[in-house]
Antibody, heavy 122, light 109 residues
Framework: QITLKESGPTLVKPTQTLTLTCTFS??????????VGWIRQPPGKALEWLGLIYWDDDKRYTPSLKNRLTISKATSHSQVVLTMTNMEPEDTGSYFC??????????????WGQGTLVTVSS | EIVLTQSPGTLSLSPGERATLSCRASQSFRNTYIAWYQQQRGQAPRLLIY???NRATGTPARFSGSGSGTVFTLSISRVEPEDFAVYYC??????????FGQGTKLEVK
């Protein structure tokens, strides 16, 4: 059974760097085809894809936030880390960790973490 | 950049009625990488449909997906009380690599 869970600070100050960790089980990020991504959702608003890391350590980011995002993996501990620099109040929202199916012709997110709410405020 | 526009923004129906939700892409694409998610209040989204028309594991048969080109549809044959939620469509392959629509809220009439 695949599970993912996000952890990290609930409150960050403007200009600070956010670091979130996704701890997962039920699959290996070393297996060909596997990918883990991050999606966020401001309160009452739509979902926004942030980025994805693949089993081979390739990474993709949304262009509008590319300069602020870094996704990395700690395979031995089944974790993926998201860092976002220069946080602003507009970055307030729930951040979800997601699993993309191993079959590379399937481009959706079949398992989601419960999400973690991050508030940016001084 | 492919923009997904969902309509209507809010759909008000009674249980037992048929629901039709639309997702329109700003440009046509050849792949079928359209997925639909259901989000209950306070919860993470849940995958319903992938590859335009395939039901995910656990998705009831009353849900169906269809479409091609620029117009995609999620249908619920007979809405059940647990179906009232927000629905999002998602596409893969443009810029950004994954994009979501703004959502359709299905509410009780």
């Amino acid at each position: 059974q695949i599970t993912l869970k996000e952890s990290g600070p609930t409150l960050v100050k403007p200009t600070q760097t956010l670091t979130l960790t996704c701890t997962f089980s039920g699959f290996s990020l070393s297996s060909p085809g596997v990918a883990v991504g991050w999606i966020r959702q401001p309160p009452g608003k739509a979902l926004e894809w942030l980025g994805l890391i693949y089993w081979d350590d390739d990474k993709r980011y949304t262009p509008s936030l590319k300069n602020r995002l870094t996704i990395s993996k700690a395979t031995s501990h089944s974790q993926v880390v998201l860092t976002m620099t220069n946080m602003e109040p507009e970055d307030t929202g729930s951040y979800f960790c997601v699993h993309r199916p191993q079959v590379t012709t399937l481009q959706h997110f079949d398992y989601w973490g419960q999400g973690t709410l991050v508030t940016v405020s001084s | 950049e492919i923009v997904l526009t969902q309509s209507p923004g809010t759909l008000s129906l009674s249980p037992g009625e048929r629901a039709t939700l639309s997702c329109r892409a700003s440009q046509s694409f050849r792949n079928t990488y359209i997925a639909w998610y259901q989000q209950q209040r306070g919860q993470a989204p849940r995958l319903l449909i992938y590859d335009t028309s395939n039901r995910a594991t656990g998705t009831p048969a009353r849900f169906s997906g269809s479409g091609s080109g620029t117009v995609f549809t999620l249908s619920i044959s007979r809405v059940e009380p647990e179906d009232f939620a927000v629905y999002y469509c998602q596409h893969y392959g443009g810029s950004p690599l994954y994009s979501f629509g703004q959502g359709t809220k299905l509410e009780v009439k």
